[in-house]
């Protein structure tokens, strides 16, 4: 268990790095898109998509598993370690794949929020100080409304003299009808 954390972290590792890598530059991705697409359907000069920079989850999953499993197959025939031959080496290289995947969404979710904290930097001050006015009105709003709200409650709870049965009391009201 210990070895199979170590490796699913080295693999995170490999995923921000690899995320991180592609960020910077596609050419090996522009390399293989000129070579198995024609003309007309190579990828633009100003598209900065790669193997898994700004791909969707399955393309990015089938990338990351391929590279991993070239990887396997290189250190089963050229090493003596065997990935495939047990249980331990299976799930290595599971861990290593997940593990892979995993840091290249964790990448993007960096780079993405440095991304807008680089925007926002100047106008958060300006952010801060409008949610602080607008939490003042909201505030504002709701102790005026239950004002208005209890004067509605006291005004339906408060008696209305509109008969003469309503001015007696409640004594006088049962000795009328022979209560008391």
Not at 129 to 153: H, M, Y
Request: a negative charge.
């Amino acid at each position: 268990m210990g070895i199979e954390l170590v490796i699913f972290l080295v693999a995170i590792l490999f995923g921000v790095f690899l995320y991180w890598r592609e960020s910077n530059g596609n050419g090996a991705y522009r390399f293989l898109n000129k070579i198995v697409n024609s003309k007309e359907l190579q990828m633009s000069p100003d598209n900065p998509k790669g193997f898994v920079y700004k791909q969707a989850f399955i393309p990015r999953l089938i990338f990351v598993v391929a590279l991993v499993l070239v990887a396997a197959l290189i250190l089963e025939f050229l090493t003596p370690i065997s990935v495939f031959a047990s249980y331990n080496g299976v799930s290595a290289f599971a861990s290593f794949a997940v593990g892979a995947l995993l840091g290249t969404y964790l990448a993007s979710f960096v780079i993405k929020t440095s991304e807008v904290v680089e925007e926002k930097s100047g106008s958060i001050g300006d952010l801060v100080e409008d949610a602080v006015d607008k939490g003042k009105d909201f505030l504002d709003d709701l102790k005026n409304s239950d004002n208005k709200s209890v004067e509605r409650a006291k005004e339906e709870i408060e008696p209305r003299p509109s008969s003469e049965q309503d001015k007696k009391s409640a004594r006088e009201r049962l000795k009328d009808k022979g209560l008391m």
